[in-house]
């Protein structure tokens, strides 16, 4: 399988994207499309914050109907916090949308994101959505790609193509999130589409156990956003119809191209100088292995430590010591790009030189060793910096 890293929403057959400014930044677009060229099925995973805002109240509503055709995103306002005026505004976008695009409004489903609080003056985005709908092209995957951008530093795109049953399949995504990251059941923004034809029961049921591996495995600060959101689209375009018989290679696919989506949420981390691969190994349970990872890789002591590339293995035991998961201290080992610097929970001697020329790398992965069981986890992070602070002060 090759991962396409200039490839998105509009890599798969049958599915048209586009872009424009409706008024919410300057000077640059701010409203994306993605539109399935025929009715599509449709999955979603959405934040468990209850202060979610009101587009993902209404994605909620409409993926009940099991059916999509469009996409509909904007970034530069979140939509949260506005109450039932608020909800009423994604209303009016997305039946704006459904009148341009001559479907059913339940096969709308609007994303936003941006600053909380601020009224959503939908007629910005109604009044685009008849050129948004003209300009859709197979082409427009990376503009779409680049409209729903807040404070990241990059477009983040990937697909993949593999063969189900003698014929061509594509999964397509684009995600955005760069702060504010830390989901459970979903995280961001992102958006994929697939040419396979599938129930949307079974895409559900598949696109939960990719999230649980991906989206859920990232964490660049601790917070939960009110309107994380991933949804899922399948036309069918390609002829291959997904079942419980065929459906490992499709499932590795999916899951592969939200993994690397997934991953670059967590290299583009605000003010972000190194990934971080924070992997727990030999415990009980996998929630047991998660928790202790996620708390090492949410811990700003060891968050600062790697921005300042020091090799602190003090500041990792004492973070993973407090994960709430009942271990005797004297079987963990603590290892940094496999420099093995505390055994059986005593320091050991290693290579100084080799250890701080690790943690001057971009990438770093920090490896947790219990003698539990066999039960394993990752979770991806990054680095903590004044950069950090700083665009997060600015963010108001």
Known sequence: MTILDTQGVTYPAGFRAAAANCGFRTGRDDL?????????????????????????????????????????CNSGNANAATGDAGYRAAEACVNALASSLSCAAAEVFMCSTGKIGIPFPAERVTNATEA?????????????????????????????EIAVDGKRVRIGGMAKGSGMIMPNMATMLAFITT?????????????SRAVAVSFNRVTVDGDT????????????????????????????????????????????????????????EGCRTVADADAIARTVANSPLVKTA??????????????????????DQYTMDI???????????????????????AFKQHDLEITIVLRDGNANATVWTCDLSHKYVDINVDYN
């Not at 092209?137 to 697909?159: N, W, Y």
Request: charged fraction near 15%; hydrophobic fraction near 50%.
């Open 195 to 207: 040419d396979a034809a599938i129930e949307s029961a079974h895409l559900q049921r598949l696109l």
């Open 225 to 280: 956003s009110t309107n994380d959101t991933v949804l899922v689209m399948a036309n069918g375009a390609s002829g291959a119809r997904i079942t419980a018989q065929n459906e490992a290679a499709f499932y590795a696919a999916l899951e592969a191209v939200c993994i690397e989506l997934a991953r670059m949420l967590a290299i583009d981390g605000e003010g972000a100088t190194k990934f971080v691969t924070v992997r727990v």
């Open 335 to 357: 290892s940094f790009n496999g420099i093995l610097t505390m055994e059986k929970g005593m320091p050991r001697a290693f290579d100084k030189a080799g250890l701080l020329n």
């Open 132 to 160: 948004l709908v003209a300009a859709l092209s197979p082409d427009g995957g990376t503009k779409a790609a680049q409209a729903i951008l807040t404070t990241d530093t990059c477009v983040k795109q990937r697909a993949v």
């Open 32 to 72: 994306a499309l993605v539109v399935s060229d025929a009715p599509a099925s449709v999955a979603g995973a959405f934040t468990t914050n209850r202060f979610c805002a009101a587009p993902v109240l209404l994605c909620k509503e409409h993926l009940a109907g099991g059916r999509a055709r469009a996409f509909l």
């Open 306 to 327: 790697l921005y300042g590339s020091s090799p602190n293995w003090g500041r990792v035991a004492a973070a993973a010591g407090r994960a709430g998961v009942a271990f």
